[in-house]
């Protein structure tokens, strides 16, 4: 048995799915199959209790007051920057800007670093897989800027053609921006290969990492980007919460987005200054309770250790992935070689979303649409997929659960 393997085998789910209470409910009278965990993951009991604690014991406003429980609340909520500067590799905690999720931290960067810089004619290169999360603020800057946005094509199996992302990194490119793993396709990227075309030519790269965080080990410094995005709620963290990394010469070099208390030195009306950063990007009261919680949940990921949670979701994936495609006239959208355990899939014959409502009639949660990736469904010209994404706590039981109960809603549709 190699190492993978060994670990899979030793990987114990059941002691696993008993730290998290949501999974022992049932859904109109049926156990629950949770397989929507790209869209969010469920929490386990140590991050729950981070926030219950919070409020109950230490609950105050961050740097505001000299009080035993402002120094308390303050600590909480910079200690989950630290959690997050290891969690990701970031050089210094001070590159870790702490924002509401990877929405609020590309719009911080189309904003602060592209609107600033961009000029008629220049370009923000993409990719067809995108969420709109990493589409519509390049949009909303081209358009105030004169820029436009292109997009990097992919192929039939979900991968994009890195030949032709390259061949777009033209000198009128001003930044790129690319995720790390779709939400749809679990499609993991070349980052470190991209990142490289870039600096060579001297192109900003963003990256959304929100689908890589909850899978594998992330070095942002490894993988040579300039920005890394990152949401809370999708890596067993209370929802409101996440993450910027950036580089120091550009978290210097960016006035500040949101203004308000926190993110300043001095105000006056003859002229204010700004923190350093990161705190000129944390303007106002943050989700002090929720970085308390993601802090409980980086802790969590550390205690199982991604060796064991890459093998035993590898195996997940291969064998839903097996059993899906024994399902006649079942289409798997996105095939990649390198993939996370994400799997989109079409029936003939059937809507996603009748098929996902009645899935819910048994007990089973996937997600059914766009999945915000309006680019990514035209692509393929289909309206909607179904979306099974699953996570380390799921089992190949709740996977053989999943297929018994697909093959009755589809039956009673065809
Ligand atoms: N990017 C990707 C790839 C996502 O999957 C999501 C969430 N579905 C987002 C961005 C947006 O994350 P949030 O809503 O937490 O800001």
């Given at each position: 048995?190699?190492?993978?393997?060994?670990?899979?085998?030793?990987?114990?789910?059941?002691?696993?799915?008993?730290?998290?209470?949501?999974?022992?409910?049932?859904?109109?009278?049926?156990?629950?199959?949770?397989?929507?965990?790209?869209?969010?993951?469920?929490?386990?009991?140590?991050?729950?209790?981070?926030?219950?604690?919070?409020?109950?014991?230490?609950?105050?406003?961050?740097?505001?007051?000299?009080?035993?429980?402002?120094?308390?609340?303050?600590?909480?909520?910079e200690s989950a920057r630290d959690g997050l500067a290891r969690?990701?590799?970031a050089g210094s905690r001070n590159d870790i800007?702490l924002?509401?999720?990877?929405?609020?931290?590309?719009?911080?960067?189309?904003?602060?670093?592209?609107?600033?810089?961009?000029?008629?004619?220049?370009?923000?290169?993409?990719?067809?897989?995108?969420?709109?999360?990493?589409?519509?603020?390049?949009?909303?800057?081209?358009?105030?800027?004169?820029?436009?946005?292109?997009?990097?094509?992919?192929?039939?199996?979900?991968?994009?053609?890195?030949?032709?992302?390259?061949?777009?990194?033209?000198?009128?490119?001003?930044?790129?921006?690319?995720?790390?793993?779709?939400?749809?396709?679990?499609?993991?990227?070349?980052?470190?290969?991209?990142?490289?075309?870039?600096?060579?030519?001297?192109?900003?790269?963003?990256?959304?990492?929100?689908?890589?965080?909850?899978?594998?080990?992330?070095?942002?410094?490894?993988?040579?980007?300039?920005?890394?995005?990152?949401?809370?709620?999708?890596?067993?963290?209370?929802?409101?919460?996440?993450?910027?990394w950036?580089?120091?010469?550009?978290?210097?070099?960016?006035?500040?987005?949101?203004?308000?208390?926190?993110?300043?030195?001095?105000?006056?009306?003859?002229?204010?200054?700004?923190?350093?950063?990161p705190?000129?990007?944390?303007?106002?009261?943050?989700?002090?309770?929720?970085?308390?919680?993601?802090?409980?949940?980086?802790?969590?990921?550390?205690?199982?250790?991604?060796?064991?949670?890459?093998?035993?979701?590898?195996?997940?994936?291969?064998?839903?992935?097996?059993?899906?495609?024994?399902?006649?006239?079942?289409?798997?959208?996105?095939?990649?070689?390198?993939?996370?355990?994400?799997?989109?899939?079409?029936?003939?014959?059937?809507?996603?979303?009748?098929?996902?409502?009645?899935?819910?009639?048994?007990?089973?949660?996937?997600?059914?649409?766009?999945?915000?990736?309006?680019?990514?469904?035209?692509?393929?010209?289909?309206?909607?997929?179904?979306?099974?994404?699953?996570?380390?706590?799921?089992?190949?039981?709740?996977?053989?659960?999943?297929?018994?109960?697909?093959?009755?809603?589809?039956?009673?549709?065809?």
């Open positions: 048995m190699n190492a993978q393997a060994q670990l899979a085998t030793a990987f114990d789910v059941e002691r696993i799915r008993a730290d998290f209470p949501l999974l022992k409910r049932t859904v109109h009278g049926k156990p629950l199959v949770y397989f929507d965990n790209a869209n969010t993951s469920q929490k386990p009991v140590s991050v729950i209790e981070a926030v219950d604690r919070h409020y109950r014991e230490h609950n105050a406003n961050v740097a505001r007051a000299v009080h035993q429980l402002g120094e308390e609340a303050t600590a909480a909520y969690f990701i590799n800007v924002t509401s999720g990877t929405t609020q931290s590309i719009n911080l960067v189309a904003y602060s670093f592209a609107l600033p810089r961009l000029k008629p004619g220049d370009v923000i290169l993409t990719t067809v897989m995108e969420h709109h999360a990493n589409i519509v603020p390049w949009q909303l800057v081209a358009a105030r800027s004169g820029a436009t946005v292109k997009a990097a094509p992919i192929d039939q199996h979900g991968e994009l053609i890195l030949e032709e992302f390259i061949k777009l990194l033209t000198p009128d490119v001003k930044l790129a921006c690319v995720a790390h793993v779709s939400n749809v396709l679990g499609t993991v990227n070349p980052v470190r290969e991209i990142a490289r075309e870039c600096k060579k030519r001297g192109i900003p790269l963003l990256v959304d990492g929100s689908q890589a965080v909850p899978h594998r080990p992330v070095d942002v410094q490894a993988l040579g980007c300039d920005f890394y995005a990152i949401t809370g709620h999708k890596m067993l963290g209370p929802t409101g919460t996440g993450a910027l950036a580089k120091r010469e550009h978290l210097q070099a960016m006035p500040p987005f949101f203004g308000g208390g926190e993110m300043i030195r001095e105000v006056s009306f003859s002229g204010t200054t700004f923190a350093e950063p705190h000129k990007f944390e303007a106002g009261t943050p989700n002090i309770a929720g970085f308390a919680g993601l802090s409980a949940a980086m802790d969590y990921y550390q205690s199982i250790g991604f060796d064991a949670i890459r093998a035993w979701e590898d195996r997940l994936l291969s064998y839903a992935t097996e059993r899906l495609r024994d399902i006649p006239g079942l289409r798997i959208i996105g095939e990649a070689k390198d993939k996370e355990p994400v799997i989109s899939f079409l029936i003939d014959g059937a809507q996603a979303t009748d098929l996902a409502t009645l899935l819910d009639l048994e007990g089973v949660a996937v997600r059914s649409g766009h999945h915000c990736a309006h680019p990514l469904m035209q692509f393929y010209g289909v309206p909607a997929t179904l979306r099974a994404s699953l996570a380390f706590y799921n089992t190949r039981e709740e996977i053989d659960a999943f297929i018994t109960a697909l093959l009755k809603v589809r039956k009673l549709l065809l």
